[in-house]
């Protein structure tokens, strides 16, 4: 199956540990990319600086479902069964020392 451009789900609701240019941590669950368009677009589509999870990231129905929403829940789902419990006290931390 084809992305649905503008759905932007895997762009934001998964983490992402390797570095994206502009955030050279990575990024966190819920956080949109920063290479995210407005239109949600990929601004760094094609480049060799986009990381490698994203350029093997291929749609399937079962991630991308049939709605927009669908996308988000799952990889929602998924980051939550799938996240250490060590990243998520990182996670923690993290938010308490910039909060
Ligand atoms: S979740 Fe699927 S449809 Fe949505 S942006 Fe990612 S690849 Fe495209
Ligand atoms: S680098 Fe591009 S494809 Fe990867 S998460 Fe950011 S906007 Fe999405």
Known sequence: MN???GC????VAPSIS????GMPDGKPAGVRCIQLTDDNRCRIF???DR?????NLRPSLEMCG????QAFTY??????ITRPALENHSH???HTKTS
């Open 3 to 5: 992305c649905r451009i």
């Open 8 to 11: 932007s789900a895997c762009c």
């Open 18 to 21: 390797s570095p994206i240019p």
């Open 46 to 48: 094609g480049q060799p």
């Open 51 to 55: 990381p490698t999870v994203c350029n």
């Open 66 to 69: 049939t709605t927009d929403d």
């Open 75 to 80: 990889l929602a789902w998924l980051e939550q």
């Open 92 to 94: 923690d931390e993290i």
